[in-house]
Nanobody, 124 residues
Framework: QLVESGGGLVQAGGSLRLSCASS????????MGWFRQAPGKEREFVAA????????YYADSVKGRFTISRDNAKNTVYLQMNSLKPEDTAVYYC???????????????????WGQGTQVTVSS
């Protein structure tokens, strides 16, 4: 089970930190990702981290503003979001896949398990 938290309403330029707590899985073996979906749009890749944490990946739209990290002791992956923009408004989803592979990690089809999502709203 994946449970996201940390979403909310923030003004443009502000920050939020999303958390995704994993349970019932061997978290340390999972590649983890964050995706988002705005109303009327397809779910899109935001960030991903390999099982070891050694490799991270970002969408161009968030590079330099967002940071993905993981704490295997807490079975949790984080998304630190800084300099938020109104176009970052979306439901943010956490995803997991038990794999050591990284090919395709930016594709939503790579991940087999998903959380319920947390709403992030950035006001202008």
């Amino acid at each position: 089970q994946l449970v996201e938290s940390g979403g909310g309403l923030v003004q443009a330029g502000g920050s939020l930190r999303l958390s995704c707590a994993s349970s019932g899985r061997t978290f340390r073996n999972d590649a983890m990702g964050w995706f988002r979906q705005a109303p009327g749009k397809e779910r899109e890749f935001v960030a991903a981290i390999s099982w070891s944490g050694a490799s991270t990946y970002y969408a161009d739209s968030v590079k330099g503003r967002f940071t993905i990290s993981r704490d295997n002791a807490k079975n949790t992956v984080y998304l630190q979001m800084n300099s938020l923009k109104p176009e970052d408004t979306a439901v943010y989803y956490c995803a997991a896949e038990m794999t050591y592979k990284i090919d395709g990690i930016t594709d939503k089809e790579f991940f087999g398990s998903w959380g319920q999502g947390t709403q992030v709203t950035v006001s202008s």
